[in-house]
């Protein structure tokens, strides 16, 4: 049963990632005078390029089972994913400010700007021990904090603005989802790894961000 399991995980991830880069070739191709496609297409490669450093290892992991021999890799690469995905949120929020130039926002801009430097930070701080098989709980959390309200922020940003542009209406509730579904990931994941599955529904929230990306 677990082999099956792992057979789907590699699966899925693997579409994943093959989809992130085809949407993101996609946009940058077709982004000649439209500067908000250009912008979502650096979101898309900033996406993939991010999880492929936390999802390669996950492959390699299923093939082989060595956890130990991988464990390095595998910290790492969720230490790069928490970065980039933080990147991702700050350019997805420069693709709303384009797409629907929203009126007294530099306020908000620098509160998001400020968090996405807070949660770098931290991320960079060893005392996140990313590389340890059961990293501190607390550190996940703390960690967590700048980048959940990065995440209301832009749902925000899109949730207002949700109706002048109609393929990017549901793009606050793709943001709450993803959050939704990693939540119960940062602060239950090391007492029960099965959790670790509400990692799949998020990467589906993700794909349905990126395609949203094309009606732009």
């Not at 399991?5 to 880069?21: K, N, P, Q, R």
């Not at 991988?70 to 384009?98: D, E, H, P």
């Not at 931290?122 to 309200?149: E, S, T, Y």
Request: hydrophobic share 55%.
């Amino acid at each position: 049963m677990k082999r099956v399991f792992g057979t789907i995980e590699a699966i899925f991830d693997s579409s994943y990632l093959f989809l992130a880069l085809t949407i993101g070739i996609v946009l940058l191709s077709t982004a000649s005078g439209n500067p908000a496609r250009l912008q979502a297409g650096a979101a898309a490669f900033t996406l993939v390029v991010g999880d492929a450093f936390h999802l390669f290892p996950r492959l390699a992991l299923i093939k082989t089972g060595q956890e130990d021999k991988l464990r390095n890799a595998l910290g790492t690469g969720k230490q790069i994913t928490s970065i980039t995905i933080s990147l991702f949120y700050l350019l997805l929020w420069q693709v709303g400010l384009l797409v629907y130039s929203p009126k007294d926002i530099n306020t908000w801009s620098l509160l998001l700007y400020a968090l996405t430097a807070v949660r770098i930070i931290l991320c960079l701080l060893p005392q996140n021990h990313w590389r340890d098989r059961f990293p501190p709980v607390a550190w996940g959390i703390l960690r967590n904090i700048p980048f959940f309200l990065q995440g209301l922020l832009v749902a925000g940003l899109f949730f207002v603005n949700r109706n002048p542009v109609p393929g990017l209406a549901s793009m606050w509730l793709a943001i709450i989802l993803s959050f939704a579904f990693y939540l119960p990931v940062v602060l239950w994941v090391n007492k029960n790894p099965k959790i670790g599955m509400f990692m799949l529904p998020k990467i589906c929230a993700y794909s349905w961000m990126l395609m949203m990306f094309l009606s732009i």
